[in-house]
């Protein structure tokens, strides 16, 4: 279907573009799911604003943390591409001491590698990335006026569900299809959000909610504001990290369920870790019960022993909630969740 | 409703202006504005590759680029490849090893497979598999394409020729 009629305008400057937004002016960042929605239908914008042309959105690079270490800031406009080629990313530049290894930053490398196809990495930005929305079928097609869109009904929860959530589901029930996301979550990173009134910081964990019934988002992102960066601590000494997915097909496509664990050892003990899955909740969801389980364990280099993975597996779906046809998707999540374990060794 | 855009870009090699709707996709403006159908629309939503073209020298989907975004920037599609010689290398090995059957997804995957050898002259067949992965064909079952790709590696390192 071709797009309905639009203005574009290139904003130069932040504050250019956060001028110019309100629910009938969006933000173009790649464009990959924004003009895919624009072509169904299911959103049009009577102008986009692009923001290509803000060179500072653009900017990758590692600055003054805390006093003694270094973070990650990435501009919302860095493509999938240009971070999976950054150095630090791939671990050969130092963010924190000690956290020089190619283990520290991998949970979000791999996961990148994983998203999409190449072209569309090229072209898909990081902000663009956190923001898509649902791949849920009944919500991408236009005829069906689901209760995400403003319907009274989600169909998935009685219909066909097998892609969808197992855990925390309702109103909608349309998992989030983020990757990234769900290694930022267990990075800790935050984000760097400009609005009229000026600019905030937000975790991602407090960024993300479940559906919410007023506006039927699942961010605390206003319409009229950008995130501007995304800001990833130093990786402490010992940090290592994993991500693992599964999808229907081992080319391009959405997690079925994906697991991402960021750990740091002391020793060949995990003193604290953060586990987030993706596919299988409207959102990055914590796994803190996964975590608790974990923390204090040897480790490294031998594996993690198999009462203490057993648990972690147990543990991982205390509270999930499956749908008609997506029960498969809790021995899939535990499945993954033991592969992660052991590739974090 | 809003007004055309004017576009200039260096388009295989040579400027090109036009005028577009900012709404329609630069698979559209080379298709339908400038009578370019060699990238095709397959899906129309970044699902099949079908449309790739270099943008600037990265492989992109063209399907999901506005043409108005092209202003200023460098595009090439496999009509950009041959030139009075004959077949570009990677056209060439496309035809020796059976690279295609319908013949649909062929443009995209030769543009492809031209991003992967400009930058990576080598690639082992596990590298050109997943490069090409955003690159979708109903017919061939991949194995030829692979081995094309694998051809024209070899041929362009062998003659030092970029391409
Ligand atoms: C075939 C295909 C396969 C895919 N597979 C995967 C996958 O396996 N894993 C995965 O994670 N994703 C996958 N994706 C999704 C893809 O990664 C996203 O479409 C992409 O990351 C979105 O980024 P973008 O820059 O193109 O955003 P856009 O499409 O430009 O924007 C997306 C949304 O975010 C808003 N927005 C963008 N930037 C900002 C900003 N800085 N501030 C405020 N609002 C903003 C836009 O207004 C829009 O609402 C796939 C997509 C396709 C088409
Ligand atoms: S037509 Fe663009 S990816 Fe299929
Ligand atoms: S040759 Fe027919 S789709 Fe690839």
Redesign the interface.
Known sequence: MAIKPFAHGNAVTVAEAVEALSASCRPLAGGTDLLAMMKADLTAPESLVNLKTIPELHEIGVVPDAETTKGLRIGAMVTLSQLAAHPAVQGRQELGRGSLTRSSMAVLHQAILRTASPQLRHMATLGGNLLQEPRCWYYRNELIPCWRKGGRLCYAYRGENKRHVILGGGPCYAVHPSDPAVALLAMDASLRIVGPAGERTMSLAEFYHPPDRETRTVTHLAIDELITEIRVPAPQAGTRGVYVKVAERAAWDFALAAVAIQAVMEGDTIRSCRVALGGVATIPWRASQVEEVLMGQASSPAPLSTAVIDRAVEAVVEDIRPLEHNGYKADLLQGVLREALDQLR | ???K?HVTTLLNGESVEFLC?????LL?CLRDILGLTGAKNGC???NC?AC?VLLDG????SC???G??ADGRTVITIEGLADWAGLHPIQQSFVEEDGLQCGCCTPGMII?AK?LLDREPNPSDGRIR??M???LCRCTGYETITRAVRRAAAHLNGEGAEG
């Open positions: 409703m809003a007004d855009v709707a900012p709404s329609q996709t559209e129309n939503d970044g590759g790739s990265r492989l992109a989907n999901l680029v506005l108005a975004e492809a991003a997943e490069w992965a955003g690159n």
